[in-house]
């Protein structure tokens, strides 16, 4: 099945650094990615969506200056948290969409990086 | 606007007991999707069902089931003799048009006791 890998999937940095969280889609070309934030106990909020080749496209209230994201290829997104605050600290999760597969609505889901700022 | 209810924040059981896990959802989108996530400790998200808007068969998986109306816009998810393997947040999220993204619900955390 498809899988989706994150990497890295824990991050400590001081504040004020900027943190670069990669996506890649393995064994499945991914035109459009999702990057979600999770905070502790509570639900998945979507970010933005990354496409492949042109700017992504955030969701309200997500600081695009703040929150980079590249799709430089068909099966590589990144996340770059720039300048960073503790009240960045959070659980980052992206997630793809096999577009040949028979279950091609389903999303799969990365394992996740958790950035803790300090 | 696209909105999924999991009014169970927390739910504890002790194993081999069935569990059900509630889910509402609203949305003025005729076709649309349903997914169960299940996310344990390590925080990856495993998929566990999608089901379409226009297909309210229930379905069983060994034991998981999921009981899909439409009339009350509800999608529950019910684990039978549950394990403490089992033991986990579980999401209810809501896709529409092509499901290219998904709105979630806040989750419900199962506690399976031994």
């Known amino acids: 099945g498809a899988v989706v890998s994150q990497h890295p999937s824990r991050v400590i940095c001081k504040s004020g650094t900027s943190v670069k969280i990669e996506c890649r889609s393995l064994?499945?070309?991914?035109?459009?990615m999702f990057w979600y934030r999770q905070f502790p106990k509570k639900s998945l909020m979507l970010m933005a969506t990354?496409?492949?080749?042109?700017?992504?496209?955030?969701e309200q209230g997500v600081e695009k200056d703040k929150f980079l994201i590249n799709h430089a290829s068909l099966t590589l997104s990144t996340l770059t948290v720039t300048s960073a605050h503790p009240e960045d600290s959070s659980f980052y999760i992206c997630?793809?969409?096999?577009?040949?597969?028979?279950?091609?609505?389903?999303?799969?889901f990365g394992a996740g990086s958790r950035l803790t700022v300090l | 606007a696209q909105k999924v209810t999991q009014a169970q924040t927390e739910i504890s059981v002790v194993e081999k007991e069935d569990v059900t896990l509630d889910c509402v959802y609203e949305t003025r989108d005729t076709t649309y999707y349903l997914f169960w996530y299940k996310q344990p400790p390590s925080g990856e998200l495993v998929f566990l069902i999608r089901?379409?808007?226009?297909?309210?068969q229930n379905e069983i998986s060994g034991r998981y089931s999921w009981n899909f109306q439409k009339s009350t816009s509800s999608f529950n998810f019910t684990i039978t003799a549950s394990q403490v393997v089992d033991s986990a947040v579980y999401f209810c999220a809501l896709g529409t048009g092509s499901a290219r993204q998904l709105t979630f619900g806040s989750g419900t955390q199962l506690t399976v006791l031994p």
């Open positions: 997630s793809a969409r096999d577009l040949g597969s028979s279950g091609a609505n389903v999303l799969t």
């Open positions: 089901r379409n808007s226009f297909d309210e």
């Open positions: 064994d499945f070309q991914a035109t459009t």
């Open positions: 990354s496409n492949e080749g042109s700017k992504a496209t955030y």
